[in-house]
């Protein structure tokens, strides 16, 4: 029913910056958050950013003045800008939305990861 589309991940140096898209499709009336998510290997999937329906962000405390959430609700898309990367940033990134369906049914739905990595 909805379909998640994540791009923009990849190899950088400690530094730089990579900026992730996320584009919602499909039977979607609204979507209320949309968040960004990220597990690195032997850990917990974490919270990275989210961002409401009205524009309101919130961080990780981990990535608070480096990573930028913003959102495109014409086209449905949540972008997270990442500055400053470090090392400890590595990790596989999660797009998340939560939806209302035409159906008038809720729905949270998950993107299929997009690997970031941050070496020298």
């Known amino acids: 029913q909805v379909q998640l589309a994540e791009s923009g991940g990849g190899l950088v140096q400690p530094g730089g910056s990579l900026r992730l898209s996320c584009a919602a499709s499909g039977s979607i009336r609204s979507i209320n958050a949309m968040g960004w998510y990220r597990q690195a290997p032997g850990k917990q999937r974490e919270l990275v950013a989210v961002?409401?329906?009205?524009?309101?962000?919130d961080y990780a405390d981990s990535v608070k003045g480096r990573f930028t959430i913003s959102r495109d609700n014409a086209k449905n898309t949540v972008y997270l800008q990442m500055n400053s990367l470090k090392p400890e940033d590595t990790a596989l990134y999660y797009c998340?939305?939560?939806?209302?369906?035409?159906?008038?049914?809720?729905?949270?739905?998950w993107g299929q990861g997009t690997q970031v990595t941050v070496s020298s």
């Open positions: 961002i409401s329906s009205s524009g309101s962000p």
């Open positions: 998340n939305v939560r939806v209302v369906l035409y159906s008038w049914s809720r729905g949270d739905y």
